[in-house]
């Protein structure tokens, strides 16, 4: 299976500041990869997929990057909102398997 | 709208089975798979398997081959999932969750299944 590598475990940030996760594979995904959102008891809400894809609603301070074995995620101007979990996904190859996740706290 | 709507909390014995179930609205059904995922606060997210509800094909993790069998009823719309032979480690929420054209692109709201004497 392929390991997803997901850094760092947990971060604090200010409001209207810039923020980047990164997630890395065990080996290439060929761009084969999501990036979510997860507030407490609610469902992952999809970010970015095909690495640097915005999804529809998405607002445009959110924004993924990244080939091969490394990609990131980046949240430009930190609105209280942003406070969640973050977790990629790669599907590249089966099974699919995610990162740990990033608890992004917002001070 | 797409929504996912999962059925409630499910308590079960050591031993025993929980089905749950995933009722899908505002797509065709039939035209994505579905995923179904599992979270809990020890292993984090772990995918389980897919199935196809057109042709009822399914694919399961190595994980979860003795433990998960997913079905769906298209004349209702709705997949589910069965978990037998419950143990604490199951204990978890469990998702499902449709791969759209780039990945998993809709989660249900989850079910919390807790497994207890």
């Known amino acids: 299976d392929i390991q997803m590598t997901q850094s760092p475990a947990s971060l604090s940030a200010s409001l209207g500041e810039t923020v980047s996760i990164e997630c890395l594979a065990s080996?290439?995904?060929?761009?084969?990869l999501a990036w979510y959102q997860q507030k407490p008891g609610k469902s992952p809400q999809l970010l970015i997929y095909y690495a640097s894809s915005l999804q529809d609603g998405v607002p445009s301070r959110f924004s993924g990057s990244g080939s091969g074995t490394q990609y990131s995620l980046k949240i430009n101007s930190l609105e209280s909102e942003d406070a969640a979990t973050y977790f990629c996904l790669q599907d590249s190859e089966y099974p699919p398997t995610f990162g740990g996740g990033t608890k992004l706290e917002l001070k | 709208e797409v929504q996912l709507q999962q059925s409630g909390p499910e308590v079960g014995r050591p031993g025993s089975s929980v089905k749950i179930s995933c009722k899908a609205s505002g797509y065709t059904f039939t035209d994505y798979v579905m995923n179904w995922v599992k979270q809990s606060p020890g292993q984090g997210l772990e995918w389980i398997g897919w199935?196809?509800?057109?042709?009822?094909?399914?694919d399961y993790a190595e994980k979860f081959k003795k433990k998960a069998t997913l079905t769906a009823d298209t004349s209702s719309n709705t997949a589910y999932i069965q978990l037998s032979s419950l143990t604490s480690e199951d204990t978890a929420t469990y998702f499902c969750?449709?791969?759209?054209?780039?990945?998993?692109?809709?989660w249900g709201q989850g079910v919390m299944v807790t497994v207890s004497s």
């Open positions: 199935i196809d509800p057109e042709y009822g094909s399914t």
């Open positions: 080996e290439d995904i060929y761009n084969n």
């Open positions: 969750a449709r791969k759209g054209a780039g990945g998993i692109d809709y």
